[in-house]
């Protein structure tokens, strides 16, 4: 997660118990802070969202077939270069 994005407040309706136990991580130092938490959870469904939105698209690609001729041309294009790089560069 990036420390350095915009920020705004917003208003969000959570169960209490949530909030108990965040405080409570943050009293003893497992977390930074309720709001670090909170952000951090955002950003990981964020991720995951994303990732499901670029597979559900990728999923839809494989259905066309111009997309899958390309894809399969750019693979033989450079199976040779591939194959020159050993390792990780």
Not at 19 to 35: H, T
Not at 42 to 67: G, I, S, T
């Amino acid at each position: 997660m990036m420390n350095s994005m915009d920020t705004t407040r917003i208003t969000a309706t959570l169960p209490v118990s949530f909030i108990d136990e965040l405080k409570a991580l943050a009293k003893s130092n497992q977390i930074p802070s309720v709001n670090f938490a909170i952000r951090q959870a955002v950003d990981d469904y964020l991720v995951r969202a994303r990732k499901k939105q670029y597979d559900e698209m990728m999923k839809e690609a494989a259905k066309d077939e111009a997309f899958v001729t390309r894809t399969s041309k750019c693979d033989e294009d450079f199976a040779f270069a591939d194959g020159e790089v050993q390792g990780e560069w």
